[in-house]
């Protein structure tokens, strides 16, 4: 049987560090809600690579923090847990690719530098510290409020997105926090983490998370028509009442039976259908 070399390994254990799923999913996010607000090319490309960036600096991050917790209870899907690649490496990783976020965000101007800034900075902070406090929240509801206004400030008209817009991007974020820890629940209490999830407990985190991404879903539908009704298109109706369905069907399964992965499933369902809603608003939230 073929072995991968050294650097193939390494560069595999890198990757597998990063947190690749959620990587993808924000930098895709960024992606699609830039094509939606029509950033030219140059604009997109250096908004998607800035995000990406970023979320490799705050994989790589999380999981040298981890490190000696997650060898601790023996996670074996980690990378540095395993042995497959050293804190040392993950950390110079983790701080090129922080550098490379800002550098690329500061190319788009001073106020996506700032806004992008404060996303990383409050993530880090939840990996740093926050993540094992009654505040383990606030890093996500700050990132993610912020997350829109990283697009429109990407804009040759910069201006920070519609407040509904911030609305929606924390509680996709509080939906993405309360549900993505709710596998680890166990390991995590066992190496001291307790942030408000673990305080929750699954069922209370998926009912939070579920409420939230209700809260969201209506804050989309009228704040992308001004409030009025009558303007909501039909397309924005379907994406709100898709979203409604999972986050019902959500709470409902978390209050009548036990917690399960189908659980962590549906919350994420349910807020990825949230980030389409908003993604299918256009360049509403930029007005």
């Given at each position: 049987?073929?072995r991968?070399?050294?650097l193939?390994a390494t560069a595999?254990a890198?990757w ?6 959620p990587?993808?999913?924000v930098?895709?996010?960024?992606l699609?809600?830039g ?5 030219e090319?140059?604009?997109l490309?250096l908004?998607?690579?800035?995000v990406?960036c970023?979320q490799?600096?705050?994989?790589l991050?999380n999981?040298a923090i ?11 899907d980690?990378?540095?847990a ?6 040392r490496?993950?950390w110079?990783?983790a701080?090129?690719t922080l550098?490379a ?5 500061g190319?788009?101007?001073f106020g996506?530098?700032?806004?992008h800034?404060?996303?990383l900075?409050?993530a ?15 890093p996500?509801?700050v ?6 206004s990283l697009v ?8 920070v ?29 066992r190496?001291g983490?307790r ?7 699954p ?6 998370a579920a409420?939230g991404i ?7 539908l009228?704040?992308a ?10 397309a924005?109706?379907?994406?709100f009442?898709?979203?409604?369905v ?7 399964l ?8 189908a659980?962590f ?16 608003t ?5 007005a």
């Amino acid at each position: 049987m073929h072995r991968p070399t050294p650097l193939r390994a390494t560069a595999r254990a890198l990757w597998g560090s990063t947190h690749p799923g959620p990587t993808l999913v924000v930098s895709a996010l960024a992606l699609v809600l830039g094509i939606a607000v029509g950033l030219e090319p140059w604009r997109l490309v250096l908004l998607t690579l800035a995000v990406f960036c970023g979320q490799l600096s705050i994989g790589l991050s999380n999981d040298a923090i981890d490190a000696p917790r997650d060898r601790a209870v023996g996670r074996t899907d980690k990378p540095i847990a395993r042995g497959d690649l050293s804190e040392r490496l993950a950390w110079s990783w983790a701080l090129g690719t922080l550098v490379a976020a800002l550098l690329l965000s500061g190319a788009l101007g001073f106020g996506m530098l700032a806004a992008h800034a404060l996303f990383l900075a409050s993530a880090w902070a939840y990996n740093a510290a926050l993540k094992s406090t009654v505040f383990s929240l606030v890093p996500f509801l700050v990132s993610f409020g912020i997350f829109p206004s990283l697009v429109t400030l990407s804009a040759a008209d910069p201006r920070v997105a519609a407040p509904w817009g911030w609305v929606a991007g924390a509680a996709l974020g509080a939906a993405v926090h309360l549900t993505n820890v709710l596998p680890d629940l166990d390991d995590d209490r066992r190496t001291g983490v307790r942030g408000l999830p673990h305080r929750l407990g699954p069922r209370g985190s998926a009912v939070v998370a579920a409420a939230g991404i209700i809260v969201g879903a209506v804050a989309v539908l009228l704040g992308a028509s001004d409030g009025v009704v009558a303007a909501i298109s039909l397309a924005s109706w379907l994406f709100f009442a898709a979203v409604v369905v999972v986050a019902v069907a959500t709470a409902v399964l978390a209050l009548v039976r036990p917690p399960t992965r189908a659980l962590f499933r549906l919350v994420m369902l349910a807020a990825l259908l949230l980030a389409a809603q908003l993604v299918a608003t256009g360049g509403a939230v930029a007005a």
